[in-house]
Structures are given as structure tokens and as C-alpha cells.
């Protein structure tokens, strides 16, 4: 039977209103490609250069706080005495990495009982060198965190990063841990001003994050610093190659500092401290003893790598964007303005219900990397806010 006039006209109604929803919705994408342009500011002035000597002081750690102190104390001594001006300890140097030892070992920074982090900040005066002090359990209240110290060469604590991303990974017949049991995530990203350089701080799987590291890019970090414990496992196949990644995504210098393996420990750390410069090359590492790890970090060679391979100034930003919502709020630098405008509204942060939010592009302390459609228009998204908000435009967030 021919269909009648009126349900022919019903059809023509519906394909000429998908003509209209898709003649919009390109429209829209063409709106948004053009603000994500003109919005995207542009990277922070990197500072002066200078040329830096660095150490990494791979220590061998046990279950002996006052013994852990007395080594790094010793390392920060020798490592000054080498000629070295920033100098940098590994993830918990003063516990054995595990869940059962971190409240018993964790410190209250703030509230001022904390003998591991007075002892750092006597050797960083006494030494006279910029020290990034691994990381250490830090308590707060009823919370713990993994958190790394940074003083100058006064002794004076410029910057505290708490792990962002906690080590929470299961593969099995090989290692399984969650840090989570024990760990609260930090809130944001850390920058910090030193007389060694602008450093941008992770803390071991913070590194697996390249957004992060970007974010360090762009506010003009020469140095990213990642105290890490990778394990035997992962350690092989991705320690090196995650440093590598990282600077040859941003041209800037990498430097992670590792415990030394302890054979009688529960968890076996990987070692070979490494530091790698803005063209990916492995400038110093090591094999898994206590040793430290010397190199001289050359500033000028991140401008002069940039100008040879300018990915930064060749970003299609009409594609895709990088949007730091953290602002300047984890930028430790006295009497600046803010270093990076956010391009849509900060919403509140939400609480972190699901450890899964640590693996997906919209972080729970606001960095999000938005990838928008191709031509026709297909995929195009406004995120504005976090995971977990609701109202228009709040999007869903992308698994990695």
C-alpha cells in the first residue's frame, strides 16, 4: 500500500530536522574549534639558563628510620662535596615501601613532628644545595599522603607535591598493590621556582600521566623530577622508556631517583636512577646499588631542542587543547602573576569516589585534555567541569 501523504510528510519533517541538528551541530564544532584557538594561551617565558650539576642519591632503605636519616643526611653531604647544587632522594627513603609501614612511619609536616623533614632541611642549609627530598609519608589528620619536600639552600621548605596518582595495579602471577588501602591522592600539580631551576614535581606513577607533564611544559618547568619505586616488573619495560617519553614530549629535562634494591624487602625496587635531557638521551644512570648519579644540566639546550623540532608552536589547537584548571594554585613563586589562564570556568573540585577517575581525562583536580571531532562535525564536545558534575555540558569523561 503507498504511503500516505501525511506520513510522507512526517518523513520529509524528520530528514530536513537531521538536516538542521547536523548543519548545527558543524557550525558548533566550527564555534568551539575557533574559541579552543584563540583561548589557548601561550607557554610561560622559560627562566634564565644556567647550567645546574645534579645527584641522585639511590639509597639503600630499611626499616630503621634514624638509620634511613643518617644515610640520606650522609648522601645530601657527599653529593654537595661532589660539586652538585640540586640534589635529589628517592620515593619513601625513610620506610619500606609498603601499605603496613606507611601510617607507622608517616609524618605530620605541618604540624611540625617530623624528624625526617627537619633532618632535610638541616642538610639542605648545612650542604647549601636546592634538595628535592624524595617522599616520605606525610599525615593529615585521619589522611595520609605520599608527599615530596622541596628546600632551598637556606633550609627553608619551598614546596610540598603530594602524589597525585596513586599505584594501584594488579598483573597477575607478577606484583599487585594499591596504594589507595592507605593513601590519599593529592590535589594538584606542583611547580617551584629554585635557585637549580623551575621544576615541575611527580611522584613515580605520576609519571605515566603525560597531561601532567605537559601542564609542567607550558608553565615553563626546565627540569621534571620524579622520585619513583618502580618494581622489577614494570621497571625493565617502561621505567626508561616513560622518562624518555615524557622528555622528548615537552623537550625538557627528566631526572628520577629511585630507591637502591634491597634484597631482604618485601618490594624490590628497580634502581637505575636516570637523567635524561630535552632530546630523549640518557645523560647519567645506574644499574639497582646505592650509588648516586651524577650529570650537568645544560638550561639552554631545552630552548635550543625546541627551536630545531618546534612541536610546541606547531599544536593544532583547533583540534584539541590543553586545559590546566589548576591555574597558578600549585606554582610556588612569590610576587608573580598567575602563569596559566584557564579557558572555561574552574568548577568545584568533586570528591574522588572511584580509584578508576585516576585513569581517565577528566582529572579530579581539574586538568583535562579535550580532543574534539574531525570535520564533519561528528564527536564534538564541550566539557565544562570535572567527572561527576551534572547540568549542560558537563560531558563524560574518556578512559586511557
Avoid at 40 to 51: G, R, S
Avoid at 322 to 342: E, F, I, N, Q, W
Amino acid at each position: 500500500m503507498a504511503p500516505s501523504s501525511t506520513a510522507l510528510l512526517g518523513a520529509g519533517g524528520a530528514v530536513a530536522a537531521a538536516a538542521v541538528c547536523f548543519t548545527q551541530r558543524k557550525a558548533l564544532t566550527r564555534v568551539v574549534r575557533n574559541i579552543m584557538v584563540k583561548a589557548q594561551p601561550a607557554d610561560v617565558p622559560l627562566p634564565p639558563p644556567k647550567q645546574v650539576k645534579i645527584a641522585l642519591c639511590q639509597l639503600t632503605v630499611t626499616a630503621d628510620k634514624n638509620k634511613n636519616i643518617a644515610t640520606a643526611t650522609e648522601a645530601i653531604k657527599r653529593a654537595a662535596a661532589n660539586g652538585a647544587q640540586l640534589v635529589v632522594l628517592p620515593e619513601m627513603w625513610n620506610c619500606p615501601y609498603s601499605n603496613d609501614s606507611f601510617p607507622t612511619y608517616a609524618e605530620d609536616i605541618d604540624g611540625g613532628n617530623a624528624p625526617s623533614v627537619k633532618a632535610l632541611s638541616e642538610a639542605a642549609r648545612d650542604a647549601r644545595v636546592t634538595l628535592v627530598g624524595g617522599s616520605l609519608p606525610e599525615r593529615v589528620g585521619p589522611k595520609l599522603y605520599n608527599t615530596c619536600c622541596v628546600f632551598d639552600s637556606s633550609g627553608k621548605l619551598l614546596a610540598k607535591h603530594r602524589k597525585v596518582h596513586l599505584f594501584d595495579i594488579d598483573i597477575p602471577g607478577k606484583i599487585a598493590f594499591r596504594e589507595s588501602d592507605t593513601l590519599t591522592p593529592g590535589d594538584g600539580p606542583t611547580v617551584v621556582d629554585t635557585e637549580a631551576g623551575r621544576l615541575g614535581l611527580g611522584i613515580c606513577y605520576d609519571i605515566r600521566f603525560p597531561e601532567l607533564a605537559q601542564i609542567y611544559a607550558a608553565r615553563g618547568c626546565q627540569l621534571l623530577v620524579y622520585p619513583g619505586a618502580f618494581n622489577t616488573t614494570t621497571g625493565p619495560l617502561h621505567w626508561e622508556l616513560l622518562q624518555r617519553a615524557r622528555a622528548i614530549d615537552n623537550l625538557v629535562y627528566v631526572a628520577t631517583c629511585s630507591p637502591a634494591r634491597n634484597p631482604g624487602s618485601s618490594y624490590q625496587a628497580w634502581g637505575h636512577s636516570t637523567v635524561i635531557g630535552p632530546f630523549a638521551e640518557v645523560l647519567a644512570t645506574c644499574d639497582h646499588e646505592e650509588t648516586t648519579v651524577y650529570a650537568t644540566l645544560d638550561y639552554a639546550q631545552v630552548a635550543e631542542r625546541r627551536s630545531q623540532i618546534p612541536v610546541r608552536s606547531q599544536k593544532r589547537w583547533d583540534l584539541y587543547g590543553l586545559v590546566d584548571k589548576a591555574g597558578d594554585a600549585g606554582t610556588h613563586t612569590a610576587g608573580r602573576a598567575p602563569l596559566y589562564s584557564v579557558m572555561t570556568p574552574v568548577q568545584p573540585r568533586p570528591a574522588m569516589h572511584s580509584l578508576q577517575a585516576q585513569q581517565q581525562r577528566c582529572w579530579r583536580w581539574g586538568l583535562e585534555l579535550e580532543v574534539l571531532g574531525g570535520g564533519d562535525g561528528h564527536g564534538a564536545r564541550v566539557r565544562h567541569g570535572s567527572a561527576g558534575q551534572a547540568g549542560a555540558g558537563s560531558g563524560t569523561c574518556v578512559g586511557t
